[in-house]
């Protein structure tokens, strides 16, 4: 059975990034939390569209100002001019913006009884995009990130009717603004897995991209030839707007514009 996320009250547990608290935190509440937290949007996405209708509540109209803000930093702050081809230093400096603004970010998105609640959860905020003494971004970014939008869900800013709001206009909006902090410091995978892990960098978007593609007749050559893949992605696929339909396309299409090959180009038949 997949969680109701407007009873999740029962965890104070923190994530903390010790071994010890990883190694603990499958017999913790917080894990039940988080994974319950990925299941629930993982059911109400099924079988729906990126262009799918739904209602836009004040606290993720809140979500995307900030996500904005993040994404005008970045406008703000160029690459250096710098030997090394990675991790450009700027990022620290972009970083250090929201490291000073996180806070008042967050709790512009919180009603104001649960203000109390902003530094502790502005942490996984300010995880959730890259490491500045790195320069690097991976998956336990992107999985901070959905901490962050779990702890919104557990103080009651978030609630059940924005499960699809939350992956298709918050979660697609982050990926958005990581792809560019990426491209713009050419900042590197962290933890790469190569040729065993789906993406460098990210993973819910195959999660929930895949949940979406449930119920749908979808060939199989379309996945194992990529060349045709990458043609209906560049051309919209069977959808004249030209829009992507799920996550999964989204993140591939991410791939392709900076260049990375994540699709082998084949012929098409």
Known sequence: MVPDMGKWKRSQVRFLPDTRTIQNLTVKWAYA??????????EGVKGKKLTSDYDVSETVEKLLDLLGTLDQWINETPPVD??????????RTWFSKLEQEAEALVSAV???????AAPE????????????????YGTGHEAAFAAF?????????LRISDQLAIVFKVFNRYLQVMRKLQRTYRMEPA?????????????LPFIWGSSQFIGK???SDDTLQGGCLHRKMKHGGNDTNGEQQ????????????????????????
């Open 82 to 91: 710098q030997p090394s081809r990675f991790g450009n230093k700027a990022y």
């Open 33 to 42: 939390d988080y994974m319950g937290f990925i299941l629930t949007l993982n």
């Open 121 to 136: 959860i502005a942490v996984y905020l300010k995880e959730s995009v890259g490491n500045p003494t790195r320069i690097d």
């Open 246 to 269: 799920s996550l999964s396309e989204a993140a591939a299409e991410a791939h392709i514009k900076t260049e990375t090959r994540f699709y082998p180009q084949s012929k098409c038949p």
């Open 191 to 203: 933890g790469s897995q190569g040729v065993w892990g789906l993406d460098d960098f990210q993973f």
């Open 110 to 116: 919180l009603p104001a009884e649960k203000a109390a």
């Open 217 to 219: 007749n979808i060939r």
């Open 149 to 157: 939008l779990c702890c919104l869900c557990k103080v009651g800013a």
